[in-house]
């Protein structure tokens, strides 16, 4: 297989396109004939060589790849050759080829168009009128899910399990945001932030965001923010307490870190929760331990990388139960700013590494790829 190697840790060109021996899958795991993989900003700090793979994992980076079952290992029960799959991993998705355990592999979604493409064995095709949801939990007319073409592109798929398992588990399960209830995020226009934005929104909250241009502002209300602020031309957190009436938000989810903690803090409304997933800026920060008491607030947070393969098989489950409906609903959309052959994965960390994009930058191994738009390319950095 082919695959991107961190050579030396550091810049961009540190990486390079080698080949190497395909992987075989253990027991309870499938192996994944990569067609695109997403790029996240930890496979930059890994880069950096400040961010390990756990023990067994892969050194290869890349925590999410869609494409299709190629083999299956001993246990395995639900998938077989030749399904097509979506899977968060540990790492080894800057590959052609990428094996993942069967629980964190999560099928295609089907889009809001309300019908799906059935091949028939003689070579004819028909469309035919079905349910989408849980689809691949049956069969259809004698037929399988790999005799169905989902309506999501594999491009789009790459761009799910990393953003959608991690807000699913800190937004809904940790942060406890319910239908009714304000949420402020922070890079409304990362990965994370658009996908936060839009799954909250669909399930029944106010959502505010922060971004770092007016374009990225507009982008952010665009995809079901109520209102979005510059945080280089305005104090969102006054902006924050203002547009709840003075009440404070109900739960932040927050990528920044560093000083950004006590005015999270000061935006938060009584038993607010402080939901902590990255810090951009610094892990230290100092905070007012009176304010927490006072208005009893929660401040937790989550890694998802090093959780064990029943931890993230769990979580799997509840975003196939919760979020896909969204997704095939058409209320949640990846936004893919820009995508890149394997080949030129240095290319994707120094797009990654500007905060020039807005939404998911994607590897694809068949070589073609897509520019981002000029006006995103000369954006400021978030």
Same mark, same amino acid.
């Given at each position: 297989? #082919?695959?991107?190697?961190?050579?030396?840790?550091?810049?961009?060109?540190?990486?390079?396109?080698?080949?190497?021996?395909?992987?075989?899958?253990?027991?309870?795991?499938?192996?994944?004939?990569?067609?695109? $993989?997403? @790029?996240?900003?930890?496979?930059?700090?890994?880069?950096?060589?400040?961010?390990?793979?756990?023990?067994?994992?892969?050194? %290869?980076?890349?925590?999410?790849?869609?494409?299709?079952? !190629?083999?299956?290992?001993?246990?395995?029960?639900?998938?077989?050759?030749?399904?097509?799959?979506?899977?968060?991993?540990?790492?080894?998705?800057?590959?052609?080829?990428?094996?993942?355990?069967?629980?964190?592999?999560?099928?295609?979604?089907?889009?809001? *168009?309300?019908?799906?493409?059935?091949?028939?064995?003689?070579?004819?095709?028909?469309?035919?009128?079905?349910?989408?949801?849980?689809? *691949?939990?049956?069969?259809?007319?004698?037929?399988?899910?790999?005799?169905?073409?989902?309506?999501? !592109?594999?491009?789009?798929?790459?761009?799910?399990?990393?953003?959608?398992?991690?807000? *699913?588990?800190?937004?809904?399960? =940790?942060?406890?945001? %319910?239908?009714?209830?304000?949420?402020?995020?922070?890079?409304?226009?990362?990965?994370?932030?658009?996908?936060?934005?839009?799954?909250?929104?669909?399930?029944?909250?106010?959502?505010?965001?922060?971004?770092? !241009?007016?374009?990225?502002?507009?982008?952010?209300? $665009?995809?079901?923010?109520?209102?979005?602020?510059? /945080?280089?031309?305005?104090? *969102?957190?006054?902006?924050?307490?203002?547009?709840?009436?003075?009440?404070?938000?109900?739960?932040?989810?927050?990528?920044?870190?560093?000083? /950004?903690? $006590?005015?999270?803090?000061?935006?938060?409304? %009584?038993?607010?929760?402080?939901?902590?997933?990255?810090?951009?800026?610094?892990?230290?920060?100092?905070?007012? +331990? !009176?304010? @927490?008491?006072?208005?009893?607030?929660?401040?937790?947070?989550?890694? +998802?990388?090093?959780?064990? @393969?029943?931890?993230?098989?769990?979580?799997?489950?509840?975003?196939?139960?919760?979020?896909?409906?969204?997704?095939?609903?058409?209320?949640? =959309?990846?936004?893919? #700013?820009?995508?890149?052959?394997?080949?030129?994965?240095?290319?994707? #960390?120094? +797009?990654?590494?500007?905060?020039?994009?807005?939404?998911?930058?994607?590897?694809?191994?068949?070589?073609?790829?897509?520019?981002?738009?000029?006006?995103?390319?000369?954006?400021? $950095?978030?």
């Amino acid at each position: 297989m #082919h695959c991107i190697e961190i050579a030396t840790f550091g810049p961009p060109e540190g990486m390079r396109l080698v080949e190497r021996e395909t992987p075989a899958p253990g027991s309870n795991e499938v192996l994944i004939e990569v067609s695109a $993989a997403g @790029v996240n900003r930890p496979d930059v700090v890994q880069r950096y060589g400040k961010y390990p793979p756990p023990p067994g994992a892969s050194d %290869v980076p890349g925590l999410e790849v869609a494409g299709r079952v !190629s083999a299956v290992g001993a246990g395995v029960t639900r998938w077989r050759v030749g399904d097509l799959v979506c899977a968060l991993v540990s790492g080894g998705g800057y590959a052609t080829h990428c094996v993942a355990p069967e629980g964190q592999c999560l099928p295609i979604p089907w889009g809001p *168009w309300g019908q799906v493409t059935i091949r028939e064995s003689r070579d004819t095709s028909r469309a035919r009128s079905v349910e989408p949801h849980h689809m *691949w939990r049956s069969v259809v007319g004698g037929l399988t899910n790999r005799d169905l073409t989902p309506s999501l !592109s594999l491009v789009d798929a790459a761009a799910l399990p990393e953003t959608t398992f991690t807000v *699913w588990t800190n937004l809904f399960e =940790r942060g406890k945001l %319910v239908s009714g209830e304000t949420v402020l995020i922070h890079g409304g226009t990362s990965g994370i932030g658009t996908t936060a934005i839009q799954m909250a929104a669909a399930r029944g909250a106010t959502v505010f965001a922060t971004a770092g !241009s007016d374009e990225k502002v507009a982008a952010c209300r $665009a995809l079901g923010a109520h209102e979005a602020w510059n /945080y280089r031309t305005v104090d *969102w957190a006054d902006a924050a307490v203002t547009a709840t009436s003075g009440r404070g938000v109900n739960v932040i989810l927050d990528i920044v870190g560093g000083d /950004y903690a $006590a005015r999270n803090l000061a935006a938060l409304a %009584v038993e607010g929760r402080l939901v902590q997933i990255a810090f951009l800026k610094t892990p230290a920060a100092s905070i007012d +331990l !009176s304010l @927490v008491m006072r208005k009893r607030l929660w401040i937790t947070g989550s890694t +998802l990388r090093p959780r064990s @393969v029943a931890e993230k098989t769990a979580i799997a489950r509840a975003v196939e139960d919760e979020v896909w409906p969204i997704v095939e609903a058409g209320r949640l =959309r990846p936004v893919i #700013h820009a995508t890149f052959p394997l080949a030129e994965a240095a290319a994707a #960390h120094r +797009l990654m590494e500007s905060s020039q994009h807005i939404g998911k930058i994607v590897l694809t191994t068949d070589g073609e790829a897509t520019e981002p738009e000029p006006d995103r390319a000369d954006a400021p $950095a978030a």
